[in-house]
């Protein structure tokens, strides 16, 4: 089986409080990551308040990159916001980046408590959002925030959220362990729930590592059906860091058997070049 990979080093790496890349590092990175193999770069959120961001993504076109995938990051529609006319949505369509990457909610406390509006226009959020930027993209991906939390509290508006993305045609839905403290084994079981629900449609997995256990998550969501994992270079990013993709990767396909368009060797030069423009 293949796992496709999918790096968030230019966004979530550049969270790390100890990271502050350039515009001029992002370009170079993306080339490198681009020759390492990965089938997708996340360059970044971009907006208004954003322009090394916005800028990189009218940039990377002129690196005629020759394997990844270019993927804008950004959220769902805010509430009562016509997808048309939410800024944020519209910030992503000028990026002009082949594939959209959005994250919505999928704990009810966090849709009623931090974005404070209602179950069912939280659902409508995801699915107009998904359906406006199928419209202006070649892939359109669903990163389900806060989800193995959200399955924990209240399993059904977790899955109904994730059915609101595939009704609306989302490529991959990722779940996310956002806090980083979901374990190992329930990553599996969960996944595993999940991928036979939606049978047919393509699954990925973004896991944190606030309890030390991102890259175990990830392989074990992997071996449960997954088939997308999104993690850093290195194992940068806000907190405790994301999950390294240079371990997961290794893993996969020297261990487990796993397919990959990775040059796994080219991934000790890789690893260092970026971690020293890091």
Not at 187 to 204: M, P, Q, S
Not at 222 to 250: D, M, P, W, Y
Not at 262 to 276: I, P, Q, R, Y
Request: glycine share 8%; hydrophobic share 40%.
């Amino acid at each position: 089986m293949k796992v496709f990979l999918y790096d968030t080093t230019l966004r979530d790496g550049n969270q790390d409080r100890k990271i502050s890349l350039s515009l001029a590092d992002k370009l170079q990175i993306a080339r490198i990551l681009d020759h390492f193999g990965f089938d997708y770069i996340e360059g970044g959120w971009p907006n208004p308040s954003n322009p090394t961001d916005e800028e990189f993504f009218k940039l990377v076109k002129d690196l005629k990159l020759k394997h990844a995938k270019i993927a804008a990051f950004g959220s769902t529609r805010r509430p009562g916001v016509l997808p048309e006319k939410d800024p944020l949505l519209q910030a992503l369509v000028k990026s002009g980046a082949p594939v959209k990457t959005i994250f919505g909610k999928s704990w009810d406390l966090h849709v009623t408590d931090v974005i404070r509006t209602t179950l069912e226009e939280n659902l409508d959020m995801i699915e107009s959002s998904i359906a406006y930027l199928k419209e202006h993209s070649e892939e359109v991906i669903y990163d389900a925030e806060h989800f193995f939390d959200g399955y924990k509290e209240d399993r059904m508006y977790a899955v109904s959220t994730l059915s609101a993305a595939s009704v609306a045609g989302a490529d991959t839905i990722v779940l996310c362990d956002t806090n980083g403290g979901t374990s190992p084994e329930k990553i599996g079981e969960i996944t595993a729930h999940i991928n036979d629900l939606l049978y047919g449609v393509k699954i990925g997995i973004h896991t944190h590592n606030d309890c030390g256990m991102a890259v175990a998550g990830a392989i074990a969501a992997v071996k449960a059906g997954a088939t997308h994992v999104q993690g850093t270079l290195l194992g940068f990013g806000e907190r405790c860091g994301n999950a390294n993709l240079s371990t997961i990767i290794a893993n996969l396909v020297i261990k487990e058997r796993y397919e990959s368009d990775v040059k796994l060797n080219l991934l000790t030069k890789t690893a260092h070049t970026v971690s020293e423009l890091s």
